[in-house]
């Protein structure tokens, strides 16, 4: 009988016992709870691993159970066992803050090099008295963090309001941050820094310990914030793996109690929100303004294996937001070389007065075509960044970014053949948010690309590189660009254009003019567009700012390898 007792305890306690085990997605950036990889539906750049690259001296969470017996904070220096827990990252103990049974907050320790992956298979892993976790496997994409002040990774962000006498308050809708004023913005995840404390250490105050630079703000999706380069990163002073980001807000930024904020360094962090109003004080937003964009567009895919498909699309998009401006259209050159830009891959939040108009139902209709209805689709793509040729960066023509969560479009997927020279109209109903209206484009002719381009291997030290086409019209333009893939965000250096009825553009190398900008594997891309003056204009009810309808092909030749 005794036996059986001490049996049975001993069957207890193994239940109560049990090893801990990490949640799927569950390493996370500790100030935006992101794995920071972000929607990647439309960014074909493969992940090693299924979590976040993970950067050495920052604030990292695990969310998981069995991953302490109890509860418990540390005071720094940071230990590397709480409760009998630790956690070690490719096989390195790291500094712990905080266990609990579903949650550890810990810092990743030095020489673990994340963002490589020559380790990445150790991963990640919690030890408790009742055995291991399975490893944590590590991604390649990372992004750095804003903390927010619920702690819940969206909302508003961790920011002080700098005065000019040095004086500091929180940020707020009672107390905003003039334009032209400093800011301070604590997040995690931003990457190396000069003279870094110890791992578990807090940062010194003097020396500082300073990142080498490269970080930039955003506010309300836009570049801005580093005019003069009068700015300061790096480890918050007395604090264990918080960055600190001393920017200067733009005199030009938009105003308004929840302007998106996020830090630009080689990804994008999620938004969080920031009160800024002239003169400080209590914030005000300004009017709501809408803006509506339709396109059309084929897209033509050149496989590596020398396949073909294609797709045929109507989108239209009609987006509302504080402040909001129409953008200004492409300027063209003959021959001339058009700025590169970036797309960001980020994780989203809902930004207040961000909003999808609605217009009742819309469908379109075109040469040999029945009606054909849209349906709402979540906005997909990324947050557009264009380099600017004098330095620096500002937002894209587009409709709005697919970092301000819960924002949709109207689209339809055409049948084959759909899309060629003619006019073709969409109509909408009117909606609770738009009224009624049509909008026609004439469709210009395609081209037909006559140089070979899938898998090509390109040099910088190669002679211009002539691609050929026959078809188009001298309204249209084509444009030929590079896009190289980078986990979290595509990078196309620039893009070069020609009129269509030229039916040639040459591509040139390093040597031989502004260089290909980019190495290692890319896609070409070839688009035939209106010119400007071309473009059809919207008009509808309630749509304040009106819009514009365009059309577009697309060529996408895969493979391509650019080399030195």
């Known amino acids: 009988m005794k036996y059986g007792l001490r049996c049975l305890v001993a069957v207890q306690a193994l239940a109560w016992a049990q090893q801990p085990v990490i949640n799927p997605n569950g390493v996370v950036n500790a100030a935006s709870y992101t794995t920071g990889i972000g929607d990647l539906s439309r960014n074909p750049a493969p992940q090693t691993g299924g979590g976040p690259a993970l950067m050495e001296g920052s604030l990292a969470s695990i969310f998981g159970v069995n991953l302490a017996t109890g509860t418990l904070a540390a005071q720094t220096p940071l230990p590397r066992q709480l409760l009998g827990t630790s956690v070690s990252v490719n096989g390195i103990a790291a500094p712990l803050l905080f266990v609990s049974p579903n949650q550890i907050n810990f810092q990743v320790p030095s020489g673990t090099d994340t963002t490589s992956g020559a380790s990445s298979a150790a991963g990640v892993v919690v030890s408790t008295a009742a055995g291991q976790s399975a490893p944590y496997p590590l991604g390649m994409a990372d992004s750095p963090g804003i903390f927010t002040r619920d702690s819940s990774g969206c909302g508003r962000g961790a920011v002080l309001n700098v005065a000019a006498d040095g004086g500091v308050s929180v940020n707020s809708p009672a107390n905003s941050a003039a334009p032209g004023a400093f800011v301070s913005i604590y997040g995690t995840g931003n990457g190396f820094v000069n003279n870094a404390p110890p791992d578990g250490a807090a940062a010194p105050a003097d020396p500082l310990a300073t990142s080498p630079g490269g970080e930039g703000p955003l506010f309300d999706f836009a570049a801005g914030g580093d005019e003069g380069r009068s700015f300061w990163v790096g480890r918050a002073p007395g604090l264990v793996g918080v960055d600190q980001f001393n920017f200067l807000l733009p005199a030009t930024v938009r105003q308004g109690c929840a302007v998106p904020l996020q830090i630009l360094n080689d990804n994008l962090s999620p938004p969080v929100t920031i009160s800024i109003a002239k003169g400080g ?55 001339g070389v058009i700025p590169g830009s970036y797309t960001y891959f980020g994780p989203a939040c809902v930004i207040p007065g961000y909003k999808s108009l609605d217009a009742g139902s819309i469908s379109a209709q075109g040469p040999g075509i029945a009606p054909v209805a849209t349906r709402r689709s979540p906005l997909t793509g990324g ?166 309808a365009q059309w577009k092909y697309s060529y996408y030749f895969e493979g391509v390898l650019v080399e030195q």
């Open 281 to 335: 004080g209590a914030c005000s937003d300004p009017p709501a303004q809408g803006y509506g964009e339709i396109l059309w567009e084929k897209r033509t895919t050149f496989g590596e294996n020398f396949s073909t498909t294609s797709a045929e699309t109507l989108t239209v998009s009609l987006q509302s937001s504080p402040g909001r401006e129409a953008p200004a259209p492409i300027n063209y050159t003959e021959g």
């Open 383 to 548: 947050t557009v960044v264009n380099i600017q040729p004098e330095g620096g960066f500002t937002l894209a023509a587009q409709t709005q970014s697919s970092q301000a969560a819960g924002m949709t479009v109207y689209q339809a997927d055409l049948p084959e053949g759909t899309i060629k020279a003619g006019s073709f109209t969409v109509s909408a109903s009117g909606g609770a948010d738009v009224g009624a209206f049509q909008s026609t484009v004439q469709i210009g002719a395609p081209i037909q690309v006559v140089t070979a381009l899938a898998s090509r291997v390109l040099h910088n030290s190669d002679p211009p590189l002539q691609i050929q086409w026959t078809g188009g019209d001298a309204n249209s333009w084509v444009t030929v660009r590079l896009v190289g893939h980078f986990g979290g965000h595509d990078y196309s250096p620039s893009a070069w254009a020609a009129r269509a009825s030229d039916g040639q553009i040459a591509i040139q190398g390093a040597t031989n003019g502004p260089g290909f900008g980019i190495l290692g594997p890319a896609e070409l891309v070839i688009e035939v567009t209106p010119d400007p003056s071309q473009v059809s204009l919207i008009t509808a009810p309630n749509l304040s700012l009106g819009g514009r």
